[in-house]
């Protein structure tokens, strides 16, 4: 069993139109809503590839609401902590690029936050992604890592700035993108992933058009075809492929993901791929 664990769900908001215009008026062409942010993501993308994962998350409001509807329509399970404060959205903007508007995570109280953390079961991988609220105090975000970890034998982490660095203490994979990281450690790369190897985390690290790279016992460099679409969401897909791979070794894992990561930027909604995309994909990643 994989569980997702989120606390920053959102409804994710995608507007195309032929061409942004800054300061004016703008028609839409096509509105498109998804149950969003990064753990949400990830939990649709494993539902996809039929890994039945559970998801724990706080919603609130009619936002919420509508969330958790959809969730239940597309047969994801899970465990919704309700809060007070209405969920967030996060808005995309697609046109001949792609920009991306997030609102802050939406607060929650300490005893909205000891719901969520009381909910966790233990099972075989346990996925943390997404930012954490602002009110969230540090030690609450480290008792949570500790409930997490106690809960699973393979924790993956998914976060940004101090709570990737305290993550670095618990988790057993770390996902960060390039940036992500040396903002977090205010290193460049090398020294990077040194510092947050010495914290004993292995690291999945999302390079964009790159490729993935896979710091474990071994350096792991996975290359795909460069992709043109929406990179929004790519490496949510990328931490569920690792995920619902993770069994069949971390090559494989990283195969996966990496393909996976790729087929989602075709996709014009983020989380999403399609399935003959991805096979394809999967024969053309290259591994060193």
Same mark, same amino acid.
């Given at each position: +069993?994989?569980?997702?664990?989120?606390?920053?769900? &959102?409804? #994710?908001?995608?507007? /195309?139109?032929?061409?942004?215009?800054?300061? *004016?008026?703008? %028609?839409?062409? =096509?509105?498109?809503?998804?149950p969003g942010g990064k753990g949400l993501n990830v939990a649709r993308v494993l539902q996809k590839l039929g &890994?039945?994962?559970?998801?724990?998350?706080?919603?609130?409001?009619? !936002?919420?609401?509508?969330?958790?509807?959809?969730?239940?329509? +597309?047969?994801?399970? !899970? =465990?919704?902590?309700y809060i007070n404060g209405n969920t967030r959205s996060a808005v995309v903007v697609a #046109? $001949? $690029?792609?920009?991306?508007?997030? /609102?802050?995570?939406? /607060?929650? !109280?300490? *005893? /909205?936050?000891e719901k969520v953390q009381h909910g966790i079961d233990e099972s075989d991988v346990i996925v943390f992604s997404g930012?954490?609220?602002?009110?969230?105090?540090?030690?609450q975000f480290e008792s949570l890592l500790k409930t997490m970890k106690? =809960?699973? =034998?393979?924790?993956?982490? #998914?976060? !940004?700035?101090?709570n990737l660095i305290m993550a670095s203490?618990?988790?057993?994979y770390l996902k960060p993108n390039l940036e992500e990281l040396e903002n977090a450690t205010g290193l460049p790369k090398a020294q990077a992933i040194e510092s947050i190897a010495s914290s004993g985390s292995k690291i999945i690290l999302s390079l964009g058009e790159r490729g993935v790279e896979l710091y474990a016992d071994n350096r792991h460099i996975a290359k795909v075809p460069i992709q043109q679409g929406n990179p929004t969401g790519a490496g949510d897909a990328l931490t569920a492929g690792f $995920? &619902?791979?993770?069994?069949?070794?971390?090559?494989? $894992?990283? %195969?996966?993901?990496?393909?996976?990561?790729a087929a989602s930027v075709n996709s014009k909604t983020a989380g999403d791929f399609e399935k003959l995309k991805y096979e394809q994909l999967l024969d053309e990643v290259q591994i060193t």
């Open positions: +069993m994989i569980q997702v664990v989120t606390l920053s769900p &959102a409804i #994710d908001v995608t507007y /195309e139109l032929s061409e942004m215009r800054v300061g *004016e008026v703008n %028609r839409i062409q =096509k509105v498109s809503r998804t &890994a039945a994962p559970v998801l724990h998350c706080p919603l609130g409001g009619p !936002s919420g609401q509508w969330i958790e509807g959809q969730l239940n329509a +597309m047969g994801i399970s !899970s =465990k919704v902590s #046109d $001949a $690029a792609v920009t991306v508007l997030n /609102e802050p995570a939406t /607060e929650i !109280s300490n *005893e /909205e936050f930012s954490v609220p602002a009110n969230v105090k540090a030690e106690a =809960k699973t =034998k393979t924790l993956i982490v #998914d976060t !940004s700035g101090e203490r618990y988790a057993h $995920a &619902a791979n993770f069994h069949r070794g971390e090559r494989i $894992a990283l %195969r996966h993901g990496s393909a996976l990561s």
